[in-house]
C-alpha cells in the first residue's frame, strides 16, 4: 500500500513556472518507479513524465521535453515536477503515481494514485 498526495497546484500565466510535490507515504518508496500523468477536461489522461527507482533514468512525452523535470528524494519520500514555459495546453489535473521496480509510461501499469492537483495556465 503505497499513499500519495500530491501538490504546488496553481493558477499561473503563460511561460511562467511552478513546481509540482509529491508525497508518498506506506511501503518503502525506493521501491517504486514513479510518474506523472495529467488530463485536461474532456480529454484522455496522458503520460508526462516518469523517474527509475533510484533517479537515474527519466522519460518524458514530447510534448513536455525540454520544459518540465521529475526528480526524486528518496530520502523525503518526495518526487518533484518542475515545469517550465508553461503553455496553455499544459492546463490540466496533474496525478502523482507509483508502480514496482521498472519502469513504464502506459498508466495502467501504475498501480498507486494521488488525488492530483489542477494547474491552470492563462494567456
Known amino acids: 500500500q503505497v499513499q500519495l498526495v500530491e501538490s504546488g497546484g496553481g493558477l499561473v500565466q503563460a511561460g511562467g513556472s511552478l513546481r509540482l510535490s509529491c508525497a508518498a507515504s506506506g511501503r518503502t518508496f525506493s521501491n517504486y518507479a514513479m510518474g506523472w500523468f495529467r488530463q485536461a477536461p474532456g480529454k484522455e489522461r496522458e503520460f508526462v513524465a516518469a523517474?527509475?527507482?533510484?533517479?537515474?533514468?527519466?522519460y518524458y512525452a514530447d510534448s513536455v521535453k525540454g520544459r518540465f523535470t521529475i526528480s526524486r528524494d528518496n530520502a523525503k519520500n518526495v518526487v518533484y515536477l518542475e515545469m517550465n514555459s508553461l503553455k496553455p495546453e499544459d492546463t490540466a489535473v496533474y496525478y502523482c503515481?507509483?508502480?514496482?521496480?521498472?519502469?513504464?509510461?502506459?498508466?495502467?501499469?501504475?498501480?498507486?494514485w494521488g488525488q492530483g492537483t489542477q494547474v491552470a495556465v492563462s494567456s
Open positions: 503515481a507509483a508502480k514496482p521496480f521498472v519502469t513504464r509510461i502506459q498508466s495502467s501499469e501504475y498501480d498507486y
Open positions: 523517474i527509475s527507482r533510484s533517479g537515474g533514468s527519466t
